[in-house]
């Protein structure tokens, strides 16, 4: 069994050594950092399966070290704030955050969390031991859209697009279910694997983010639609 990599980014040594106690108790090898350059410097030398990054920190705080992580990676990127509000939660996630938690938080809720996205990421075949194919790939698909469950890629007009592991499942519940319409608590809860609270922003921003990569015109979308007041469906072709 291979072991899965966190790295733990937070100004405040405590907080750190907490979580790194918590995740260890888990069987998750944890690699620390104080600050987003430690963060960036972290990652050149580590492989590393998710992230658990504070927002506010010195030299470069959790939302430029996100922006920058993105540019090269889509490893499962969890930021912790003091701050409660939603415009952060949703200014994080639009720099490419998959979750969002506030201190203080609940110990087995950051445990889950990250639980859940380290099956997400592992199940993308990111790391560990490859799963077996069959001979045949398994396509979804709808016209121009389409997913490997094979090799995990999402192909929009011929076109390999990079998508994190939640924006894959996404993808694939709403692609599995073509013209059925879920509502934001039902995609949350059948992809984040855990009961849905407040969770409009986190999965409209993933929706939009989801929008910006496969669709010609995002403001105008061919594949994934919003039926107002209900919720999300990708279009039967």
């Not at 705080?61 to 920058?68: A, E, H, I, V, Y």
């Not at 997913?147 to 995990?152: G, V």
């Not at 639609?225 to 469906?233: F, L, N, T």
Request: glycine fraction near 6%; charged fraction near 30%; charge should be negative.
């Amino acid at each position: 069994m291979v072991k899965s990599n966190v790295l733990v980014v937070d100004d405040d040594k405590e907080i750190v050594d907490a979580i790194d106690i918590y995740l260890r108790n888990e069987g998750i090898n944890v690699i620390k950092a104080y600050d987003g350059i430690q963060a960036i410097e972290a990652l050149m030398e580590n492989e590393v399966h998710l992230i658990l990054m504070d927002i506010m920190m010195p030299k470069m705080d959790g939302l430029r070290t996100t922006m920058k992580i993105r540019e090269e990676k889509n490893i499962p990127i969890i930021l912790i704030s003091a701050k409660s509000e939603d415009t952060d939660k949703i200014l994080g996630l639009n720099m490419g955050a998959d979750d969002y938690i506030t201190k203080p938080f609940n110990p087995l809720e950051m445990i889950a969390r990250v639980k859940s996205q380290l099956r997400r990421y592992t199940m993308l075949g990111n790391f560990g031991v490859s799963q077996q194919k069959e001979e045949s790939n398994s396509i979804i698909g709808s016209g121009g859209l389409s997913l490997n469950l094979d090799t995990k890629e999402v192909i929009v007009d011929g076109e390999v697009i990079k998508v994190t592991a939640t924006e894959f499942g996404i993808l694939e519940l709403l692609l599995r279910n073509q013209g059925r319409v879920f509502s934001i608590d039902e995609i949350y809860e059948k992809v984040w694997k855990e009961p849905s609270y407040n969770a409009e922003n986190t999965v409209a921003v993933h929706i939009r983010r989801i929008r910006e990569k496969i669709e010609i015109n995002p403001k105008d979308p061919k594949y994934l639609k919003v039926v107002w007041g209900i919720g999300y469906k990708i279009e039967k072709y």
